[in-house]
């Protein structure tokens, strides 16, 4: 089992900033990935970014050259630095945590972001 405790979020005007963390717990197995996704009202729950154990990152097209990824192994965290924000970056924001080798996924409890003005 991995518990994941996410931190940050809230509430931003249009072209600010924030960055949500995600610590992971538990047993955790080498080769993994642990990502972003988000849930708007009424809409699916949709890939942010994630990035690999071994660094390998993807990002949505929504948010390519807003957003980044990034991970510390060592403390089995990851976050994400997320600038430029839009109106429609608006959802509920949920780390997640794949494992390779079982392909066990794990969620963490969701954050709200809000950006208006």
């Known amino acids: 089992q991995v518990q994941l405790v996410e931190s940050g979020g809230g509430l931003v005007q249009p072209g600010g900033s924030l960055r949500l963390s995600c610590a992971a717990s538990g047993s955790i197995f080498s080769f993994n990935a642990m990502g972003w996704y988000r849930q708007a009202p009424g809409k699916q729950r949709e890939l942010v970014a994630r990035i690999t154990s071994g660094g390998i990152t993807n990002y949505a097209d929504s948010v390519k050259g807003r957003f980044t990824i990034s991970r510390d192994n060592a403390k089995s965290t990851v976050a994400l630095q997320m600038n430029s924000l839009k109106p429609e970056d608006t959802a509920v924001y949920y780390c997640?945590?794949?494992?390779?080798?079982?392909?066990?996924?794990?969620w963490g409890q969701g954050t709200q972001v809000t950006v208006s003005s």
């Open positions: 997640n945590f794949y494992e390779y080798g079982s392909g066990a996924n794990y």
